[in-house]
């Protein structure tokens, strides 16, 4: 059941994820200059994200949403955090010493569909930062 004390928790849980991932990003990108363009977009993407849930953890304390759109963001943050493990699981399949030709080879293009999903997610939340704050 959502409530406003979830979405604070779960956008905090996320933000933590986020920062996580946007450090196994740094650390993969010195092993694999070649991810660097690919990973810089992820990174920014996961930065944006980061803000928007802080904007949105502070609208949302103490604030009554309607139910629906309390159990819309739940929705959307744990579908962002499933998103986020994701990239860092797939960042992990690379850190082997074949890591740059796993890149190249594969996964690169699931990275590329992980950050559209995920910029589908963060515009998502951005426009329900907008709507909280009418």
Known sequence: MADPFSIVTGCVGLITAAGATTKA????????????????????????LQLILELLKDDTQGDELPKSLQEQIDRIIERCNSVVKDIKVVLKRCKAPSGAIAWAANEKKEVEGLKRELTTYRESLSLTVETTTL
Not at 27 to 32: A, G, H, K, N, T
Request: aromatic share 4%.
């Open 25 to 48: 990003i740094t650390s993969f990108i010195r092993d694999c200059r070649a991810a660097r363009g690919d990973l810089t977009a992820v990174a920014r993407e996961l930065a944006d």
